[in-house]
């Protein structure tokens, strides 16, 4: 009887502490994620951070050595990819294709904020590489548009015909390789024929840029500096 009531205890004993040992992990976890910070970007905006191991961030204007040499994203608060939530169904059709060819994609641009088209127009007003903010502004500003290159499994960049934003005649998606670089147009159109497949369309005078199909039109340009939890460091004399 009396071994009977102490193996039962033990048992009782055994579940109570285990449904206390899961509660306080439960509310750890729970902890531990309220106290995580909050993506702003994505909160507000209707935009989706890129995270996939399959797509590589290395923005191109959070380095110096992009078109206006000097790094400025950090003034906007961007060290993140980030898509508008429409096109985000294309860019997990983009992945699948890259797990399929073993490759990933190298993202040199995603959403921009309409404040940094703004600050690039001032610096270099050129309407041939450059929306015009003033205008009809940029895809990247809505969120709509890559720059993009690949990259083997392992992470080394494929050559292509021109470096990105190098606005030469070597940067037209139609370009013809002389005959000891053709491997660098069959890279280029190896992109062109990944992208196409995911859903997107080129342009004729960058081989990196690629937007969503479709009319645009009706999507606002994106400005985050006005938002009360921006982390925009920019003066506003910047962009006059």
């Not at 004993?13 to 285990?18: D, E, G, K, N, S």
């Not at 439960?26 to 910070?37: H, R, Y």
């Not at 940029?138 to 392992?154: F, M, Q, T, Y």
Request: some cysteine; charged content about 25%; aromatic content about 14%.
């Amino acid at each position: 009887m009396k071994k009977t009531f102490f193996i039962s205890f033990f048992c009782f004993f055994i579940m109570f502490l285990t449904i206390f040992c899961i509660k306080n992990k439960i509310s750890a976890q729970n902890e531990m994620q309220a106290t995580l910070p909050i993506d702003f970007i994505e909160k507000s905006f209707s935009l989706v951070k890129i995270t996939s191991p399959y797509f590589i961030n290395d923005l191109s204007y959070n380095r110096d050595n992009n078109f206006l040499h000097h790094a400025f994203y950090y003034k906007f608060g961007i060290n993140d990819c980030y898509v508008h939530k429409d096109i985000y169904p294309n860019m997990q059709k983009l992945e699948q294709i890259l797990k399929q060819k073993r490759l990933r994609a190298v993202m040199y641009d995603c959403f921009r904020p309409h404040e940094a088209q703004m600050y690039m127009w001032k610096l270099d007003p050129n309407p041939l590489f450059l929306s015009n903010p003033f205008k009809s502004g940029s895809l990247h500003s809505k969120g709509l548009a890559l720059d993009i290159g690949l990259a083997d499994e392992n992470g080394k960049k494929l050559e292509f015909v021109s470096a990105v934003d190098s606005f030469v005649p070597e940067s037209a998606s139609n370009y013809q390789c002389k005959k000891d670089e053709e491997y660098k147009c069959k890279n280029r159109d190896l992109l062109k024929s990944i992208m196409t497949e995911a859903g997107f369309r080129g342009i004729k005078r960058e081989w990196w840029h690629y937007q969503k199909i479709g009319d645009t039109k009706a999507y606002p340009l994106i400005n985050i500096c006005n938002h009360p939890n921006s982390k925009c460091l920019l003066d506003k004399t910047e962009l006059k």
